[in-house]
């Protein structure tokens, strides 16, 4: 069964500009901004007030929320602009915010969740360029599937994850 939600790569499309030494820059300052925010003091204040897991949730809808003003522009679903402010990116929020939580062990070191982030957003403005959606609601769909998926995947194992504290 052929989906057709995404074009195949083209990686003639790639183009080095987004890799400039700048916008490097700017993607790093952004990235440590927003996880020095996110996992440097929120995390640790919400977690305080309501425990491990709902914490994180909390957290991943923050942050969710925080990219609201980029998707309404429909940013990347220009014809579903309310689907992925409202649902797509804090599903995605809440997932990546979990896996972050999973990976990082609260060691409460930042640098897991800077590494990550930095990782996602170097993916998505490399290898999206190089394709075309033909649908958008189906990949719309599809990714909050995902996203759905990762966050039962996480959060029953960050459930059982043992915690050490310092």
């Known amino acids: 069964m052929k989906l057709d939600f995404r074009t195949v790569p083209n990686l003639s499309l790639f183009k080095f500009k987004n890799f400039t030494l700048l916008n490097l820059v700017l993607i790093i300052l952004l990235v440590l901004g927003e996880e020095i925010g996110w996992r440097g003091f929120l995390q640790k204040k919400l977690i305080s007030t309501y ?3 709902i914490g ?3 957290l991943g809808l923050v942050w969710g929320f925080w990219h609201l003003p980029l998707a309404l522009t429909g940013h990347n679903f220009s014809h579903y602009p309310l689907i992925e402010g409202f649902i797509l990116y804090p599903v995605m929020g809440i997932a990546i915010s979990l896996m972050i939580a999973y990976l990082a062990a609260f060691r409460y070191s930042i640098y897991i969740a800077i590494v990550f982030h930095l990782l996602h957003d170097l993916v998505y403005i490399s290898v999206f360029p190089t394709t075309n959606m033909n649908n958008q609601l189906g990949n719309l769909m599809v990714s909050v599937s995902v996203f759905l998926i990762l966050i039962l995947i996480f959060g029953k194992a960050y ?8």
């Open 51 to 53: 425990g491990n897991l």
């Open 56 to 58: 994180i949730i909390i």
């Open 159 to 166: 459930r059982r994850k043992t915690f050490y504290r310092r």
